[in-house]
């Protein structure tokens, strides 16, 4: 398993596969024991048990075992940082398409000036 080094990329890394989005988004609506989502995700146990660790290890899903049911739910983390890392960024591309649209326009007046 790749190690990371910051909680961005921690968190990156854990959203970066369809699946554990798709756990996510399935916790979001019920808790769900390890059998639960292997049979939803069409999965061996083992596997979903891996997609669920990277999960935990990235505090976005918690899970506890009762017996011999582990059951997963959605973790108290809220992804704030990777959400202020992003709008950073959407902001940063606003910025510059709205540049982009400005020189676009320019030079179509121009165009149609010389017409």
Known sequence: ??????????????????????VL?????????ITDLALK??????????????????????????GRVRTCRLGRRRL?????????YRRLWDARFAELDRVIEELRSESRSKE
């Open 80 to 88: 704030e940082e990777e959400a202020t890392w992003i709008e950073a």
């Open 25 to 33: 988004e399935h916790l979001g609506r019920t808790d769900a024991s």
């Open 1 to 22: 398993m790749v190690q990371y080094s910051t909680g961005l990329d921690v968190s990156f890394g854990a959203l970066s596969d369809a699946t554990r989005r798709g």
């Open 41 to 66: 995700f069409r999965m061996t146990r083992t596997g979903i048990k891996k997609h669920v660790a990277v999960l935990e290890q990235a505090g976005l899903v918690t899970t506890e075992k009762m």
